[in-house]
């Protein structure tokens, strides 16, 4: 237990000095189960690490999913939604703030990753929101807060992990969130409309749009509704596995692309060999926490942790509270990936020992658990100081001061705070979908 | 000896599966046991590897003790094949104890463990066919239904019998039957109930003495044992190899009958497989068995007289039970 | 990014467009591959009954062959993810220097990797590792991976050099 604490602190102090998260990680494993165990065994260790995430079928499902969105993207169905949530939104106060909250939970739900809905969406909705005088900060804040659905609602890279992490079922968590994450849409309404109750100036009204227009504009969702059905009800209905959906959504993706005439042999080139480096930068990090997640496993600090908290004999919620607190202190400064890797392994064999009477079954507990994990990621997300998304906002728009944007961050960050007590203290909010499906 | 020596054990099955609760814990207190205490092994929280890369967790001494499944790393172990043909016997305890026996007779000088202190061999309960869409009478039944199978020379005869075999790991069988992607599933009965597959299941046809099996094995880091006193030694291999098989065998049966069990209270219709089915699976499987054999020869194995022999010594045991 | 080839030394565009035609071409490549070999597998298994055979092992060696592709780009473009919070309160000097020692560092974690891989690949030879059904030998894949992982160990031993010594221009 000790030396895992001394390898967490060494782990941070690696990152601080701004030692890529991957090598630091896979560092601190190798030295740690040096010591431990012995360095020939260390090295046979690192390297069968290697080896076998190299080869792994079910993450072949990163890639791919990382690939559909780029797909996405380029047949501009994120503009399409965008425009449709607008033609509804758009004239109120903050009414474009609030539509590219909606644009980003409908591109969560064709997209696999948190940092590409950000990324994508600030290129679509940022013009508008300048063009009529939002201020900087509300509109980077709902950029920024938006983009973090992308791991809540399927598909999701963070929910694939995590399921192969715990052997939960990835159809069933892909279900469980769904419901979630329409609760974070309307909690980021009701962020922005906090926002402009209290400077009305920050989100002033765009234009009204006639029924005629608006039902234009929702004409052009099909296609997201398309891919959207095509991934989740071929899960559902038995014609393909999660893993498989990615690949089949991948080439739906390519296929709308390809249709709407906005593919050339260039632009393909570029949305391939960008998310093959996407991946590999993934499969780095990946590769390394799971170098330190075999240390932390024979340091014996999971079932040390499982000992004390049942020699406590703390209520279950008591204890899931406390590992919540801890994430969202980790939240601070770790990356959303290295931290579902780092902690998940030490993690869920505790909450499967809890014992919280009748509510679940032992399977439900790690769906749901896994569910209030990504939505703590989601929070690490825009929490400062190290907030990727935030990052990511701007790295596409290098004109906004980081501050402005945390600033702009603060009221989606409190709402996300009420949807997490919210799912924790409602878990059939998580369980009911998936609890409709294998009957 | 009084110092004590703690062993980390690596695995990939969850806590609760068979293997671990009734083979793998009740073998570790019997470690404990015989070496008066000074063998202590812990199963780690989590396997330090995937499945197939447990050969060489212990090789290379990342975990000290594995067990894992010879099929699983496909061209390394070609002897161990014995013991995944069909119609090998009815009884997990018969067929373990047998194949210890044949090993150390016929196998163990081809030195396919290299690398590694093996402790024990098993094979779980005779494999069967179970789906969801009909029952199985004839090989016509089994046309183009699809099957996940966990390799080996089953997924060769599954082909064979004109199924479609979809090569999977074993813990992805719910997600494939439950969502419908695979129609069936060949594997000992045990594994409908720790796979929760029962519910899903509707049909299941028994091969009199197993279409398949699978072959398993229990290995050490050989610098570990080798730094363990000559006593305690004796004492780990006084619990392991045919006493291993032993015990290990009539878990297997045991938790074969459980999931009898749990089909029945599901409703699952289960029947014997006709003559005729039985005839054309073996007509199937016969070319197979001669490709192993001739395999076997190259490696100065005559394989004839080791199946056997193989099979003269379960029905032995089974006759003796 | 535009990039003047007059006035730079020919081995860097030279190992610039090994590394971007080659690696990122194959990683093209083969990421749509897998794509379109799921989508066939799929569409083969659910209509016509026929699954693509050892479909999944087929993209196991891919999934290998693509990451291990990308590696040496990201590593070549500084992709990886670091956290530069501390960065503001270092001197320029100190902080370029702690600059190539982490290069150095990542180059010589990278090198044990590369030497490990190799280590594998013999062992993958030995064995005569292949795969369930097509019976695809695994070696190749491995010894792909080795060789990135020393080209990355090169690449990141120059970036080093780069960032002690940026180029006046
Ligand atoms: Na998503
Ligand atoms: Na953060």
Redesign the interface.
């Known amino acids: 237990m000790f030396d895992a604490l001394i390898a967490f602190a060494a782990l941070l102090a690696l990152?601080?000095?701004?030692?890529?998260?991957?090598?630091a990680m896979?560092?601190a494993g190798?030295v740690g189960f040096g010591v431990l165990?012995?360095w020939?065994?260390s090295?046979?260790?690192?390297?069968?690490?290697?080896?076998?995430t190299?080869?792994?079928?079910t993450?072949?499902i990163v890639?791919?999913f990382i690939?559909m969105g780029n797909f996405v993207t380029r047949a501009g169905l994120s503009d399409e939604l965008y425009t449709a949530s607008n033609a509804f939104l758009g004239h109120r106060r903050g009414g474009l703030a609030m539509a590219t909250v909606v644009a980003c939970g409908g591109f969560s739900a064709i997209c696999g990753s948190s940092l590409a809905t950000a990324a994508t969406m600030s290129k679509v909705a940022m013009p508008s929101m300048r063009r009529y005088g939002y201020s900087d900060s509300l509109a980077a804040g709902s950029i920024a807060a938006g983009g973090t659905l992308g791991i809540l609602i399927p598909p999701s890279v963070i929910l694939v992990l995590y399921g192969l992490m715990t052997?939960s079922?990835?159809?069933k968590l892909f279900m469980a969130g769904i419901l979630p994450g329409i609760v974070g849409v309307i909690c980021y309404m009701g962020a922005v409309r906090y926002t402009v109750f209290r400077n009305p100036e920050s989100g002033p009204p765009g234009d009204r749009l006639g029924w005629r227009d608006r039902l234009r504009a929702l004409r052009g969702v099909w296609g997201v509704l398309v891919l959207f059905v095509l991934v989740m009800g071929?899960?559902?209905?038995?014609?393909?596995?999660?893993t498989?959906a990615?690949?089949?959504g991948?080439?739906g993706a390519?296929l709308f692309a390809l249709f709407r005439g906005t593919l050339t042999w260039a632009s393909l080139?570029t949305i391939?060999?960008e998310?093959?480096?996407t991946?590999?930068?993934i499969?780095?990090?990946l590769i390394g926490a799971l170098m330190f997640?075999?240390f932390i496993?024979?340091t014996?600090m999971?079932?040390d942790l499982t000992g004390w908290i049942n020699e406590m004999e703390l209520p279950a919620y008591a204890v899931i509270a406390m590992i919540v607190i801890v994430y969202l202190l980790l939240g601070c400064?770790l990356?959303s990936l290295s931290m579902i890797l780092l902690t998940v392994?030490v993690f869920y064999?505790l909450v499967l020992s809890l014992d919280f009477g009748t509510a679940f079954d032992p399977q439900s507990v790690l769906i749901w658990f896994g569910i209030v994990v990504v939505v703590v990621t989601e929070i690490s997300l825009i929490t400062p100081?190290?907030g990727?998304n935030v990052f990511v906002l701007k790295g596409v728009l290098p004109e906004l001061s980081t501050r402005t944007i945390f600033r702009g961050v603060m009221p989606f960050w409190c709402a996300d705070i009420v949807r997490l007590s919210l799912l924790v203290g409602v878990p059939a909010i998580s369980l009911y979908l998936p609890g409709l499906?294998?009957r | 000896a009084s110092a004590e020596t703690t062993l980390r054990m690596s695995s990939w099955l969850p806590p609760k599966h068979p293997i671990v609760a009734d083979m793998m814990v009740p073998w570790i207190e019997e470690v404990k046991k015989a070496t008066n205490g000074s063998v202590n092994i812990i199963i780690l929280p989590k396997a330090l590897g995937a499945a197939p890369a447990h050969f060489d967790l212990a090789k290379d001494g990342i975990a000290d003790v594995t067990f894992g499944v010879h099929g699983y790393q496909p061209g390394r172990f070609l002897l161990t094949q014995a013991a995944e043909v069909p119609f090998l016997g009815n009884s997990s305890e018969a067929i373990s104890v047998a194949y210890w026996r044949i090993f150390e007779k016929h196998l163990a000088k081809a030195n396919e463990h290299e690398g590694v202190k093996l402790l024990a061999l098993m094979t779980h309960g005779p494999g069967q066919m179970f789906n969801t869409q009909r029952p199985i009478t004839s090989l016509a039944d089994l046309a183009g239904m699809k099957i996940r199978v966990g390799g080996g020379l089953i997924n060769d005869l599954t082909t064979a019998l004109g199924a479609t075999a979809l090569l999977k790991p074993a813990p992805a069988s719910y997600e494939l039957i439950s969502t419908g992607v695979a129609d069936g599933v060949f594997f000992p009965k045990e594994s409908i109930k720790s796979f929760k597959l029962a519910s899903f299941i509707k049909y299941g046809t028994v091969v009199p003495g197993g279409l398949y099996n699978v072959s398993f094995f229990l290995a050490m880091n050989p610098a570990k044992f080798e730094a363990l006193t000559k006593a305690e030694q004796d004492a780990i291999m006084s619990v392991s190899g045919e006493h291993f098989a032993k015990m290990a065998g009539q878990a297997w049966d045991r938790a074969d009958k459980a999931g009898q069990a749990d089909m029945e209270a599901a409703g699952v219709e289960i029947i014997d497989a006709p003559e005729a089915l039985v005839q054309g699976i073996a007509e199937k499987a016969a070319p197979m068995e001669a490709a192993w054999i001739a395999a076997a020869k190259e490696k100065g194995i005559d394989g004839d007289m080791v199946l056997k022999d193989f099979r003269a010594e379960i029905a032995k045991l089974e006759a003796s039970n | 990014m535009t990039t003047d080839r007059s006035v730079q030394p020919a081995v860097r565009p030279a190992a610039k467009i090994w590394l971007n035609r080659i690696l990122g071409g194959l990683a093209a490549v083969i990421l749509f591959a897998m794509m379109v070999l799921t989508f066939v597998d799929v569409i083969g298994r659910y209509f016509f009954n026929t699954p693509v055979e050892g479909g999944f092992e087929i993209t196991e060696l891919m999934l290998a062959t693509l990451i291990f592709a990308g590696l040496p780009l990201v590593s070549a473009t500084d992709g990886h993810i670091a956290v530069d919070i501390f960065e503001i309160l270092i001197p320029n000097a100190v902080s370029r220097i702690k600059e190539a020692l982490i290069n150095l560092a990542c180059a010589a974690m990278t090198g044990v990797l590369a030497w490990q891989l190799a280590i594998k690949t013999g062992e993958t030879v030995g064995y005569g590792d292949v795969t369930a059904i097509l019976h695809i030998p695994i070696w190749p894949v491995v010894a792909f991976m080795t060789a990135t992982l020393v080209a990355t160990a090169l690449i990141l031993v120059i970036r080093a050099g780069v960032v002690l010594f940026p180029r006046n221009r």
């Open positions: 990152i601080a000095l701004r030692l890529p998260i991957a090598f896979g560092l190798f165990i012995g020939d065994a090295l046979a260790m690192v390297r069968n690490v290697t080896y076998e190299g080869l792994h079928y993450l072949s890639p791919l690939l052997e079922d990835i159809g071929g899960i559902y209905g038995g014609v393909f596995t999660p498989e990615a690949g089949v991948a080439s390519f080139r391939l060999r998310s093959a480096e991946t590999a930068m499969f780095s990090i997640a075999n496993n024979v014996g999971p079932s400064v990356e392994p064999p100081p190290v990727l499906m294998g």
